[in-house]
């Protein structure tokens, strides 16, 4: 447990100071880092190995100890503990930066917010977190980075071991199943919380056992996608600038695009049909037919079509009904809301219409109309909309997002409040921004 008292954090190699100003201590009065053991179903290989359809679950492979950071709000406790919202952070990102740019908004809604790093991210498990304490010992712990070293270049990219390794032949699974790995993580972190969490060992429990919703942006709304779909104890939450399926975010993002480009040109016999990109031939939706494709452009369209038939057990499209329209057995209808905002460069707004039809989900969303003329080059894509608060020029319109987010968890998940205007509950999607 970190009491706030004045302190800087610093993870390991790369010494990187951590803003504890976005948490200051009007707002946050703890942060704690602990750890859970949890049943991991993933290889080596960052596969989990396929099942009969009757089968309960896959086999279990090993346990892992997953580290968790905690930040309780300024004031009283209350009597059963703080109510819970359990971040899930982006594609790229860990568990240390990202939370702090929602917490202090949770925090002033009475949550505590609790997080974990997605399988793959946070670095190596060498890493380690180190607490500069102002007229104390400075304390070091480990950093719980989940990341592996896949190609053996000595080091651990930001999100190497989310996915199975290119140029192998399970590539085409790709982060199919550190999503399902890390939906699991996250329904074992619930029921971590629900036997009693003492933060600071006074005899007490810190965390509510009963009010766990979630709330999860990018990845962290698709593979929140999945455990809203699956986890009866998480009956609230809000996915923020969610899509799918993956392998679409991929080829309509410029942003990914590339990732793609890489993947054709590792093919045996390459499948790229151009020199720096590639031409699929695929109109977007209400666009007239391609008749003439570009010649290969059938083949990438078969490799796309695999792709994308391989990751249906972790794409959020196809979860989505489980929501509200079909629940699974023992599981009820689920109280969400998906944020999401015109012309994301990341995950393009086709793929976040496809996700909100396929679980009639258009009347929960909230769309953020952006408006790229009013805000520095850096803030033109407005996938990152909800953790804006960590930059001035764009503090207003991530603050109203995240209270949108606090006031919805208030509600129980009953009520979805505007904000600012810029904020349309239900909108009509856009036309292919």
């Known amino acids: 447990m970190f009491e706030r008292g004045g302190g800087l954090v610093e993870i390991d190699p790369r010494f990187v100071p951590l803003p504890l100003v976005l948490v200051p201590p009007t707002d946050i009065r703890t942060i704690a880092f602990g750890r859970f053991s949890a049943r991991s179903f993933l290889t080596a290989d960052r596969a989990i190995p396929a099942t009969a359809t009757r089968d309960e679950a896959p086999t279990i492979q090993r346990s892992e100890e997953v580290d968790v950071t905690v930040y309780l709000p300024t004031g009283t406790t209350p009597p059963g503990g703080w109510p819970v919202a359990i971040f899930g952070h982006g594609f790229g990102n860990d568990r240390h930066f990202v939370p702090m740019t929602v917490a202090g908004t949770m925090a002033r809604f009475g949550y505590a917010t609790v997080a974990i790093n997605v399988v793959g991210h946070g670095g190596g498990p060498e890493g380690t977190l180190t607490v500069l304490r102002t007229g104390q010992d400075a304390v070091t712990l480990p950093a719980g980075g989940r990341g592996t070293d896949q190609n053996g270049d000595g080091r651990i990219g930001s999100t190497e071991g989310v ?9 085409l699974i790709s982060n199919r199943d550190g999503l399902r790995q890390t939906t699991a993580d996250l329904m074992q972190l619930a029921r971590a919380i629900r036997r009693g969490v003492d933060v600071d060992g006074d005899g007490h429990v810190d965390l509510d056992r009963e009010r766990i919703v979630y709330f999860g942006q990018s990845f962290g709304g ?6 809203m779909a699956v986890d009866p104890l998480v009956r609230v939450g809000v996915l923020n600038v969610a899509g799918g399926p993956i ?8 942003v990914f695009r590339g990732v793609v480009v890489d993947q054709l040109k590792r ?8 020199d720096q990109d590639f031409a699929e031939a695929i109109p977007l939706p209400g666009e007239a037919p391609v008749l003439e494709p570009a010649a290969g452009a059938l083949d990438i369209q078969a490799y796309l079509d695999r792709a994308e038939w391989l990751s249906q057990p972790a794409n ?3 979860f989505a009904p489980y929501l509200k329209e079909a629940p699974l057995p023992g599981v ?9 905002a015109v012309g994301d460069r990341t995950v393009p707004n086709p793929t976040t219409v496809a996700l909100l039809r396929a679980g009639v989900l258009q009347a929960v969303s909230s769309l953020y109309r952006h408006d790229p003329a009013g805000v520095p080059e850096r ?16 503090y207003a319109i991530g603050r109203a997002a995240q209270e949108q987010v606090a006031r919805f968890f208030i509600s129980g998940g009953g009520q979805i409040e505007p904000v600012l205007p810029q904020f349309e509950i239900g909108a ?5 921004p």
């Open 316 to 318: 959020p499209v196809a």
């Open 163 to 171: 996915g199975t390794r290119a140029g192998t032949p399970l590539a």
């Open 247 to 254: 392998v679409e975010i991929a080829r309509q993002s410029p």
């Open 222 to 227: 698709m593979y929140g996608t999945l455990l």
């Open 379 to 394: 803030f033109k894509n407005p996938h990152g909309f909800l953790v804006w608060t960590a930059f001035p020029e764009v």
């Open 332 to 340: 009820s209808v689920k109280a969400v809301l998906y944020q999401w």
């Open 428 to 432: 009509a999607p856009p036309a292919n």
């Open 267 to 274: 093919r045996q016999p390459p499948l790229m049909n151009g």
